[in-house]
């Protein structure tokens, strides 16, 4: 029955737009999207009929192409509604958001696959809803022709927001929805990726700076939901996420010692301000915890094309590169944000870039520290607040030995050595 009532309004609507009275044709229109709104609210047996007549209306040669380009403003934001009723509704709905990318405007099914993730950001519960449309938005960017930067700036802001909800209820035992959804990140990074090879110049630049924001900001999320039997299967997601570095121009060591988001967004047309740049909040954890996962996985570096050890030998032998280095930990040790395991691993980093490290030699010629100072005073609060509150006594211990090896042994300078005396006279107080 509901089959039957969508092929009468579809009827009508074909015949609408043949009259040329648009007061009909929005109607119509709005009788078969209605239609398939009530259908997805309240599912009768059909229902996935329901879909697979839309789909094959949307690719039938013979169908108004006045009628599916009217329809193709406004199906997404119904469609979608589909995806949870089962898993054959999830393909068909999937198919039909695809044939819309095909055969309507890339700028305007931008727009409206944004407003739909922008209405429902926070109000879908699980992956699924959110991996269509991000896969949707991942295929309309290669379909942009012109003002590809600006496009992608639009969008970008609620992918991350969208990615930024899975991350946080992502639910452990459906893994493999979560892995088709990280497909969907990764499919975003490429696809800005391939727009970047289309570009020449400044734009090419500026786009290219924006893929390395968004790969850094990812792995700061998925390092945030990162629990210590889940190590092994998200070094595997920020593999992937690793490749990406590169071809956006960043090694290990420049991450570590020199990585500046101001400079970034000092390159960022002002039209854009602060609001599009916000959205990269957590790029400059990435920067850090990119290195630190290369350091947890071989594998891992090699996909970034680099060797984790290679770059810790390299800031051993530079006395001031490691101190800019410790103090790139300085979001990281100190947040409640990040789970014990990854501030374990970020310990691990210091005591291997401070291993074999000599005092410094009363001839050797001082460095100002001045700059570097509050980002060093916040990872010995991290510290501290590791000795103190973690939750093992190995930990604990390591922690101890990393403010030992990285201050008290390697360093005699006076400014540090009180900040050493008021760490310890805290902790002993």
């Known amino acids: 029955m509901s089959v039957l009532r969508l092929k009468e309004a579809l009827e009508v609507c074909s015949r609408s737009f043949e ?3 648009v007061a009909d044709s929005d109607a119509a229109v ?18 996935e009929d329901v879909l697979l007549e839309i789909d094959r209306f949307l690719s039938s040669p013979d169908s108004n192409q006045m009628v599916v380009d009217a329809l193709s403003l406004e199906l997404p934001e119904v469609i979608i509604k589909f995806v949870l009723l089962s898993d054959k509704c999830r393909e068909v709905a999937e198919s039909i958001l695809d044939r819309l990318v095909s055969v309507g405007s890339p700028r305007e099914m931008l727009s409206i696959f944004c407003e739909v993730l922008d209405t429902h950001i926070n109000v879908y519960k699980g992956a699924i809803c959110y991996t269509l449309l991000l896969r949707g938005l991942s295929k309309v960017f290669l379909c942009i022709q012109r003002r590809h930067v600006e496009q992608v700036k639009v969008a970008l802001p609620l992918i991350l927001k969208a990615i930024a909800a899975v991350y946080s209820e992502s ?5 493999d929805s979560f892995n088709n959804f990280f497909g969907v990140v990764i499919s975003i990074g490429t696809s800005i990726k391939e727009i970047c090879q289309k570009l020449e110049g400044r734009r090419k630049n500026e786009l290219r700076a924006i893929l390395g924001l968004y790969v850094l900001h990812n792995i700061a ?7 210590s039997h889940m190590v092994s299967s998200c070094s595997s997601l920020v593999l992937q996420l690793s490749q990406f570095l590169p071809f956006c121009g960043f090694t290990y060591y420049d991450l570590l010692t020199s990585f500046d988001f101001g400079t970034i967004a000092g390159e960022q047309p002002e039209v854009d301000g602060d609001d599009f740049m916000s959205c990269f909040s957590f790029s400059m954890d990435g920067a850090s915890l990119a290195v630190i996962w290369g350091h947890i996985s071989e594998e891992v570096a090699k996909a970034a094309g680099e060797h984790a050890m290679a770059t810790l030998n390299k800031i051993r032998d530079d006395r001031h590169g490691r101190w800019k280095a410790l103090g790139s930990l300085k979001s990281i040790l100190p947040s409640v944000d990040y789970p014990w395991v990854v501030k374990s691993h970020s310990i691990d980093l210091i005591l291997s870039m ?3 490290t000599n005092p410094v030699e009363s001839n050797e010629v001082p460095i100002d520290f001045s700059s570097l100072m509050p980002s060093i005073f916040a990872v010995l609060k ?3 607040r590791t000795m103190i509150g973690a939750p093992d006594a190995s930990l604990r211990k390591k922690a101890f030995l990393a403010l030992k090896k990285a201050w008290f042994e390697d360093y005699k300078h006076f400014t540090f050595y009180y900040y050493h005396m008021l760490v310890v006279r805290t902790l002993y107080a």
């Not at 999320?221 to 629990?227: A, Q, V």
């Open 30 to 47: 709005a009788g078969v999207v209605g239609h398939l709104a009530s259908v997805a609210e309240s599912p009768p047996p059909d229902a």
């Open 19 to 21: 009259t040329g009275d």
């Open 354 to 356: 401070t291993d074999g």
């Open 382 to 384: 991290g510290i501290q």
């Open 171 to 175: 639910d452990e035992e459906d893994i």
């Open 221 to 227: 999320l998925i390092s945030k939901n990162t629990e």
